[in-house]
């Protein structure tokens, strides 16, 4: 999980939410989302449950806490690719990293698969997905036509921001549905290619 910037007692505070958000998880996937108490994570994580609440409002927030960041740095991926790449291509090769992520880390799968097999956790992971939405827009609008005016570059790449959200979420289902057995780069290249002849600039 990468840090953003800010004060040092910001950075200081994502630190330890950085740590606690690694502890969880191995507990949820070594015992279970439900079995894992609050209790269990501040203990293993050397905090006390009061000390905790001051990190994360719940359990839930917790596992919000391990994607939090994502959005932005698909956003900076993006703004990273070559200026005359086009807007389909450079969403699809911003979500590179997030992939390479998903498919390196051991406990990534076991996660997604309790996420989208918890209704409240599955919620709160489409929840933050629409919170990513404006700042890969923004980071999309520069590479649209001139000819189109504020309102339009402004709806154009909100537009395509929420598409390949949509693509990669459902192959992202797809892969944790699938016990892995299919690549995740594939699956996200597949969504992803099924709907591009709608999004030729």
Same mark, same amino acid.
């Given at each position: ?13 994502? !630190?330890?939410?950085?740590?606690? %958000? ?18 269990? /994570? ?31 740095? /698909? %956003? ?7 200026? +005359?790449?086009? @807007?389909? =291509?450079? =969403? &699809? ?12 880390? @051991?406990?990534? =799968?076991?996660? +997604?698969?309790? /996420?989208?097999?918890? @209704? ?20 999309? !609008? ?6 189109? +005016?504020?309102?339009? &570059? ?5 537009? =395509?921001?929420?598409? !390949? ?6 192959? &992202? ?11 995740? %780069?594939?699956?996200?290249?597949? !969504? ?10």
């Amino acid at each position: 999980m990468e840090q953003r910037r800010g004060t040092l007692r910001e950075r200081k505070r994502r !630190a330890v939410q950085d740590d606690v %958000a690694a502890i969880a998880a191995g507990l949820f996937v070594a015992n279970g989302y439900e079995a894992t108490t609050v209790e269990q /994570i501040a203990t293993a994580s050397g905090l006390s449950p009061r000390t905790f609440f001051r990190y994360f409002a719940n359990k839930e927030s917790v596992v919000s806490h391990m994607f939090e960041v994502t959005g932005v740095d /698909i %956003a900076d991926a993006l703004t990273n690719r070559p200026s +005359n790449e086009e @807007p389909w =291509l450079a =969403l &699809r090769r911003s979500f590179d990293k997030l992939v390479q992520q998903l498919t390196e880390l @051991p406990e990534s =799968l076991p996660l +997604n698969r309790m /996420i989208y097999t918890t @209704p409240s956790l599955y919620a709160g992971q489409l929840h933050k997905q629409v919170s990513w939405n404006k700042t890969i827009a923004e980071a999309l !609008a520069p590479r649209l036509p001139r000819t189109l +005016n504020a309102d339009e &570059r402004r709806l154009h790449a909100g537009a =395509l921001a929420s598409a !390949a959200i949509a693509c990669l979420e459902y192959a &992202r289902s797809e892969w944790a549905a699938g016990n892995g057995k299919s690549a995740m %780069a594939t699956l996200v290249d597949t !969504a992803m290619s099924a709907v591009s002849p709608l999004f030729k600039q």
